[in-house]
């Protein structure tokens, strides 16, 4: 079956940009149409989505985190990953990548998820 795993520092600095992969096993991510997503949840907070990219390569982000979020793939590695910029203390959260079957904005529609993985900004 499809699983998923998230990798990167657990620790980055304020202003320094926070990098995350997620590893898709038992499955390619380029097959129609499945949408991999990042979502996280800050400390004491909800779920929030993040972005996506679709199995051809588009992506879609949140509008209020936009202008420092990246989402790309590597398909010879099955990998897709996450570049957040210019990170702050309030970008801490526990960060997990999950697979959607719609083009969704909603944490909920990604519904196979990675254990996810704890970032900590901080200097």
């Known amino acids: 079956q499809v699983q998923l795993q998230e990798s990167g520092p657990g620790l980055v600095k304020p202003s320094q940009t926070l990098s995350l992969t997620c590893t898709v096993s038992g499955g390619a991510i380029t097959i129609d149409y499945w949408y991999w997503g990042w979502i996280r949840q800050p400390p004491g907070k909800g779920l929030e989505w993040i972005g996506y990219i679709d199995y051809s390569g588009n992506t879609y982000y949140k509008p209020s985190l936009r202008s420092r979020t990246s989402i790309s793939r590597d398909t010879s590695k099955n990998q897709f990953t996450l570049q957040l910029s210019s990170v702050t203390p309030e970008d801490t959260a526990v960060y997990y990548c999950?697979?959607?079957?719609?083009?969704?904005?909603?944490?909920?529609?990604?519904?196979?998820r990675g254990q996810g993985t704890q970032v900590t900004v901080s200097s």
């Open positions: 999950g697979r959607s079957r719609l083009p969704s904005v909603h944490y909920s529609d990604y519904i196979l």
